[in-house]
């Protein structure tokens, strides 16, 4: 990362040209060059940020130095070769222009940010569908074709509506324009660029400037990274008003945006909902530690909606615990998660295998979806062992279904203890089973719709065909309450494709992927983002959030793991 580091201080030393005149206001504001750190303690460079009147905890960033960042981050954050953003003033309006045509542009004089297409302005260029959720290429590094393949014909974009974000009339954020040089808060950058397409919230402490989340801070009880414990060592304060009033708004705005489930959970605006419940004078307090903890208790216990979760206080607080309220959901999935795996322990023991064969059935436990990016499968091949994943776990049991003089007939796939994971690992499933995977998204946040239908090379010949997937097989599928998000989705594609038995009870739903978030002093927590997973059926998107049914429902818990019995059962419904 020195190239990178080198790279940005270069051109941030030309970027700050003065533009024409525009509508001109009247602010103090000050700049300070800080290290901004993206990820890790290693990855840093210098930037700009300003101040404004004299309120030192609210940072603001220059839009011609942001344009620039972007033009880096992409490449080297995103592998994003081909993005490129331009910068344009008009007026009282600076315009970011991406490669593609659409653009992000802000208007000084009426207090707005309006996207063309937020969706075709954020994502990379390289992508194959607008909301192509696949972390894989499909390709190694020698151009041959690798476990996923994304197959044009029968995927789909629909794009989404304008967005067009009134921050003055809607929220009381103002953004400048002075000098000839555009300002807008930090949050607000980070909320709507970095945050949802790099998973990259921006943050604070008065030291530095990071680009981060929770995932690359570490917490109390796992240990805090190198990143974490220099984000932490800042000197807890009070927040001033401004950041106080700012941060609650600014909290409105990215929740509003964001927020995957608002319809579901039949919210107008979060302003409205805070206020309707009570919320919002703690987190417009000046004490970081009152407004956490309203925070806190407001996503666990009154959203509650298994994905969106408390992660970590501000700097600011000074306190590390986490100790909050939960909500009837969470509480509930907790009992039904000691029940469960109480029974599943009596029956398969504390370390049940992943993959078991019972007379002419095979078992595959997944309890969570996972996924090895930089792992190369195809060292199988070459007398290497199978990785300990997902896609590991099925690349074994398809070797061993397929094995000479296999006796099996019967697959049932194990989701009854799944909460979800990796989107990769749970389409790497999908194709197993079905051949064409359909991965169906709705952008909460604009309305696009994206499907795009995937292949797995199960039998790893790097071709895509008939041999990858259980076509001559009886397949079947448990699910509980416990099958949650991925977990939830693969059953409600399975349901969908009538190639594939239920099994158990009704899952526990969970149809958003998570988006990880900040405040604006300095909070973490996760929320149900605005990508929202679904399935496809003539011609229609339909939400999973509420779970699906099985095909057979299984009274008695001891009918998930009596695996005898369950084999028993199963030949008698063939």
């Not at 974490?228 to 990215?254: F, I, N, Q, T, V």
Request: aromatic share 14%; hydrophobic share 35%.
């Amino acid at each position: 990362m020195k190239l990178l580091s080198a790279i940005i201080a270069i051109v941030l030393m030309f970027n700050l040209m003065p533009l024409s005149a525009a509508a001109e206001t009247d602010h103090q504001i000050e700049e300070k060059v800080v290290t901004l750190y993206v990820g890790a303690i290693d990855s840093n460079t210098e930037f700009p940020l300003y101040f404004m009147d004299g309120v030192e905890d609210l940072p603001w960033v220059e839009l011609h130095a942001w344009c620039d960042l972007l033009n880096l981050l992409y490449p080297a954050y995103g592998g994003d070769e081909n993005y490129a953003l331009t910068y344009e003033q008009e007026g009282n309006e600076i315009i970011l222009k991406r490669e593609n045509g659409y653009s992000m542009t802000v208007n000084f004089a009426e207090g707005t940010i309006d996207f063309d297409d937020y969706n075709m302005f954020l994502h990379a260029s390289s992508d194959t569908s607008l909301q192509d959720i696949l972390s894989f290429s499909g390709f190694n590094e020698a151009g041959e074709a690798e476990l996923f393949q994304r197959n044009t014909k029968g995927s789909f974009d629909r794009q989404g509506d304008e967005l067009l974000l009134e921050l003055t009339k809607d929220y009381e954020i103002e953004i400048i324009l002075q000098d000839g040089k555009g300002y807008v808060p930090f949050q607000t950058m980070g909320d709507l660029i970095t945050s949802p397409h790099f998973q990259l919230n921006p943050f604070y402490n008065g030291k530095a400037a990071f680009l981060g989340s929770s995932y690359y801070f570490g917490d109390a009880a796992s240990g805090l990274t190198p990143v974490g414990e220099l984000y932490y060592s800042a000197e807890p304060k009070k927040r001033s008003k401004a950041l106080a009033d700012y941060g609650y708004r600014e909290l409105c705005l990215a929740l509003d945006v964001l927020y995957g489930l608002k319809d579901t959970h039949e919210i107008t605006s979060f302003d409205t909902l805070f206020w309707q419940i009570g919320y919002d004078a703690s987190m417009r307090d000046t004490d970081p530690w009152e407004a956490d903890t309203a925070l806190y208790d407001f996503i666990d216990y009154y959203l509650d909606d298994m994905h969106s979760t408390f992660l970590g206080y501000s700097w600011m607080s000074g306190r590390e615990e986490l100790d909050g309220l939960y909500g009837t959901a969470s509480t509930r999935y907790s009992k039904d998660y000691n029940r469960y795996y109480t029974e599943r322990t009596k029956w398969l023991g504390d370390s049940p295998d992943t993959y078991q064969e019972v007379g002419n059935t095979a078992y595959i436990l997944f309890d969570e979806f996972t996924a090895s990016p930089s792992t190369s499968y195809y060292e199988v091949l070459n007398g290497g062992s199978f990785p300990d994943d997902t896609i590991g776990l099925i690349l074994y049991a398809h070797s061993m279904i397929y094995r000479e003089d296999s006796p099996i007939q019967n697959v049932v796939i194990d989701l009854s203890c799944n909460g979800g994971g990796a989107v990769d690992a749970g389409i790497f499933v999908m194709s197993w089973v079905l051949g064409e995977a359909p991965f169906c998204v709705k952008n909460t946040s604009t309305g696009a719709f994206s499907t795009v239908l995937y292949r797995g090379d199960t039998n790893l010949d790097r071709e895509f065909n008939s041999m990858d997937e259980m076509d001559d097989k009886n397949i079947f599928c448990l699910i509980s309450p416990l099958s949650f998000s991925c977990g939830n989705l693969v059953p409600a594609v399975f349901k969908d494709s009538q190639k594939v038995t239920l099994l158990g009870r009704t899952s526990g739903g969970g149809s958003c992927t998570v988006q990880p978030m900040s405040t604006a002093w300095g909070a973490m927590f996760q929320i149900s983002g605005p990508s929202r997973m679904s399935f496809f059926k003539n011609g229609s998107f339909y939400n999973i959030d509420q779970g699906v049914e099985p095909d057979i429902y299984l009274s008695h818990l001891s009918s998930f793991y009596d695996r005898e019995t369950l084999t028993k059962f199963i030949n008698g419904l063939i």
